[in-house]
């Protein structure tokens, strides 16, 4: 079992930057595909970002590419998420999202390849 906690969301204006964190509990993080993903109101949760369990792979949304950066650290069994440049169009609920197995044998962009997720934190950006 995986339990992620995230945090780091709040209120910037356009332009403005945010740091996303996610705590993950359990002995087996540093293994795990982590990725952010995003459900703004009355729309579909979407893909952000992907990380590799090693680092060394990473994957973007073309919404968020060149602005958003996904990092993580597997000492502190937690992934991040650098969000510059940010829009209104951000404004949406981000979540955190685990899957045990390799970026290279399923679809990242899939929601429902995740296995573990977070409840959340509210990213809001005003004009």
């Known amino acids: 079992q995986v339990q992620l906690v995230e945090s780091g969301g709040g209120l910037v204006q356009a332009g403005g930057s945010l740091r996303l964190s996610c705590a993950a509990s359990?002995?087996?993080?540093?293994?795990?595909?982590m990725a952010w993903f995003r459900q703004a109101p009355g729309k579909e949760r979407e893909f952000a970002a992907a990380?590799?369990?090693?680092?060394?792979?990473?994957f973007y949304a073309d919404s968020v590419k060149g602005r958003f950066t996904i990092s993580r650290d597997n000492a502190k069994s937690t992934v991040y998420l650098q969000m510059n440049s940010l829009k209104p169009e951000d404004t949406a609920v981000y979540h955190c999202?685990?899957?045990?197995?390799?970026?290279?044998?399923?679809?990242?962009?899939?929601?429902?390849?995740?296995?573990?997720w977070g409840q959340g934190t509210q990213v809001t950006v005003s004009s």
């Open positions: 359990g002995r087996t993080f540093s293994t795990y595909t």
């Open positions: 999202a685990a899957n045990p197995r390799d970026v290279y044998t399923f679809s990242v962009a899939s929601s429902a390849q995740y296995d573990y």
């Open positions: 990380i590799r369990w090693s680092g060394d792979s990473t």
